[in-house]
Each structure stands twice: as C-alpha cells, then as structure tokens.
C-alpha cells in the first residue's frame, strides 16, 4: 500500500540526526517508495536552508545529495491557502500542501511538533506514521 505524506523539516532534521529512529524510518519508507512524498519548491527550499545550519554539521554535498533524491519520490502538489493562522508562519506550507493533496488522496502531515498544526487526525507523528503503516501491511 502507498502513503502519501508531508514531512515536516523537523522530522528530516530528526532523521538525519539518529539512524534508526523513527523519522529515520519515515525517511526509509520515503525514500524505498511505501510513503509517495508530498513536495512543492517552497518545501524543498525550507528543506536545504535548515539542513545547511552549521548547527546541525550536515556537509553541502549530503545535503545536497538528499535534496536531489527526494523529488524523485515525490509528488508535487500548490498548497491550497487555508486561512489557518500558526505558530510559525514558515509551517503553514506544510498544511496547505496536505490540504490540496487530500482532494484527491489520503494524505498525513508528518511532524515532531503537533502543537505547530491543527489537531486533526491526519497531523501525526512519525511514531504514529509508522503504525498507520504497519496496521495497513496484509
């Protein structure tokens, strides 16, 4: 079965941090095909600008490398404008892209920071993510 889902920066961020773990693994099923990533160029430019923080040591060329890769997996969709007001005026993207993606798809919102976003049962956590997954294997 495919998923498709949004991935919050923090939950890249998080991933690329700790092998292993679960944004890790929401990574891995993005990047093996089980999860059809949602993207859109504000997304993937959010994406390299936190990703190059020296706070984080990630080098130009895996970054780079991990830039390249996820377009290839992914579908891009406009986000839809929601007139949803958020925390952090940089994550509305992220629900606006899941909101057009879901007049046509099943679609998650794939995040560490649940607070960040309205409470609705398609905001997840990557743990979460993985169980909607694990569930749905025949």
């Not at 941090?17 to 890790?24: F, G, I, N, V, Y």
């Not at 891995?28 to 959010?46: H, K, P, S, V």
């Not at 991990?66 to 929601?82: C, H, M, V």
């Not at 007049?103 to 956590?125: R, S």
């Amino acid at each position: 079965m495919k998923y498709y889902a949004v991935i919050d920066t923090n939950v890249l961020v998080s991933a690329l941090l700790k092998e292993d773990s679960a944004p890790w693994q929401i990574l891995r099923e993005a990047l093996d095909g089980c999860i059809i990533l949602l993207l859109n160029q504000d997304i993937l430019t959010e994406y390299s600008e936190v990703l190059l923080r020296a706070k984080f040591g990630f080098s130009k060329s895996s970054v780079a490398e991990i830039i390249s890769e996820l377009p290839k997996r992914a579908l891009f969709i406009d986000a839809k404008d929601t007139k949803e007001l958020f925390p952090d005026p940089d994550d509305a993207v992220f629900y606006e892209v899941v909101m057009q993606a879901k007049e046509t798809h099943d679609a998650y919102l794939v995040t560490g920071n649940l607070k960040h976003f309205p409470a609705k049962p398609f905001v997840v956590t990557p743990r979460e993510m993985l169980e909607i997954i694990q569930n749905n294997i025949p």
